[in-house]
């Protein structure tokens, strides 16, 4: 079946007992058992319930992997991708990546003796130098988040495969619609689902994707031994946004284009951050292993007094923290999304604090246009 009939109907079939089309929420601890040796299949929600399994089976079937396990929030789903590894292991990640993720290897995940080595994952030779006897996994976000560099997955694929490593892609700026990283060869897929995949901003969960049954294994006991499984509700608010998440992409990639090409064009606009724009320097690559460009873009006004200004002055436009949502957003990331990142990080990574994000929403773009445009001719 295509994408959107998945998205819609796998692990969302209509409920045996009543007929309900929609699956109700499970809102319960735990579960009656017939007898010492008999249930039905269920004995306590932190183990599992029937709206995560009926989740997971739709993401794992959208991301082509075998299995799919969620998680409380993205950061939880990463923290479990972190406890496949021992202390002593290494791993490669971007200089360029979420600030959460950032804040979690370096502040506390090394405390229990997990090594990690910072590199621009868009250029090859950085990633294969990194590589120590004791790397075990490569870790990837593309576009990356607020840099919006673009990782090449299959050659980074290539390379893993070659040294025998683990390869884990954070998708969540694009969402399977867009980027299938399973397809192009990584054995993980991370997301925060309180981005696309529920695309409503009403609720955090993330999820992470197998594409090997042994990592399954291991992450279905992380998952039900630390206990951070994802609640009846928010896996039924997750289900529902993703039925709608091929048409909510159609419209965020052509409104996220339309609003690059409107910034770039601006005179007080000094630089746009978007991959579909040809001056992006991995638009190629970008072409080639997106469906997509998304909604995501960064751009920069020069001056922290110049990016101040423009965000206390976008009235549709919400000034928050996030994306991913039908609603725009626009933040700060030197002070918002990556202030846990030292300064002289920020600064080695190309975040400026004249940098702006918009995660571009499904309004009509020519009300955001005018938001954007009216706020930029007080700069
Ligand atoms: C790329 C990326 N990965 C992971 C996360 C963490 O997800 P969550 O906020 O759901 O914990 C975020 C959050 O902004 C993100 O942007």
Avoid: W
């Avoid at 007898?35 to 997971?56: F, Q, V, W």
């Avoid at 294969?128 to 840099?147: D, G």
């Amino acid at each position: 079946m295509g994408f959107s009939t998945d998205a819609i109907h796998v692990g969302q079939e209509p409920d045996p007992l009543t007929g309900s089309v929609v699956a109700p929420i499970y809102q319960t601890s735990t579960y009656v058992m017939e007898s010492l040796d008999k249930g039905k299949g269920y004995d306590y929600a932190r183990t599992t319930h029937p709206n995560r399994k009926a989740l997971e089976r739709t993401v794992a079937k959208l991301e082509g992997g075998k299995a799919a396990y969620v998680f409380t929030s993205g950061m939880a789903a990463i923290d479990a991708v972190f406890r496949l590894l021992r202390p002593g292991d290494h791993t490669v990640l971007p200089k360029a990546i979420y600030g959460g993720t950032f804040r979690l290897a370096s502040k506390l995940l090394v405390e229990f003796g997990l090594e990690f080595s910072y590199v621009d994952t868009s250029y090859l030779g950085e990633v294969e130098r990194a590589i120590q006897p004791s790397t075990k996994m490569i870790y990837v976000e593309t576009p990356s988040n607020p840099t919006m560099i673009v990782t090449d997955l299959a050659a980074v694929a290539a390379l893993a495969r070659s040294r025998n490593l683990t390869f884990a892609v954070d998708n969540t700026f694009l969402s399977p619609y867009f980027q299938q990283p399973i397809a192009l060869g990584a054995h993980i897929v991370i997301h925060s689902m309180t981005k696309y995949l529920n695309g409503h901003s009403d609720c955090i969960g993330g999820a992470v994707v197998l594409a090997r049954p042994e990592d399954a294994e291991k992450l279905y006991f992380l998952q039900r031994s630390a206990g951070a499984g994802l609640a009846p509700m928010d896996c039924f608010l997750i289900s529902r946004g993703i039925k709608t998440l091929a048409v909510r992409m159609d419209r965020h990639n052509s409104n996220g284009m339309a609003i690059a090409q409107f910034l770039e064009a601006h005179p007080k606009v000094k630089r746009v951050l978007y991959p579909g724009l040809s001056s992006h320097p991995q638009h190629e690559i970008a072409r080639r292993q997106q469906r997509g460009f998304g909604a995501m873009i960064t751009f920069d006004l020069g001056s922290l007094d110049a990016a101040r200004t423009l965000l206390n002055h976008v009235h549709l436009c919400s000034l928050a923290e996030s994306l991913g949502g039908v609603e725009t957003l626009i933040s700060h990331p030197a002070s918002m999304t990556h202030s846990s990142m030292p300064p002289e990080v920020r600064k080695e990574n190309g975040i400026t604090d004249g940098m702006v994000r918009v995660s571009v929403g499904i309004e009509d773009v020519e009300d955001l246009i005018a938001d954007l445009d009216q706020a930029l001719a007080r700069v």
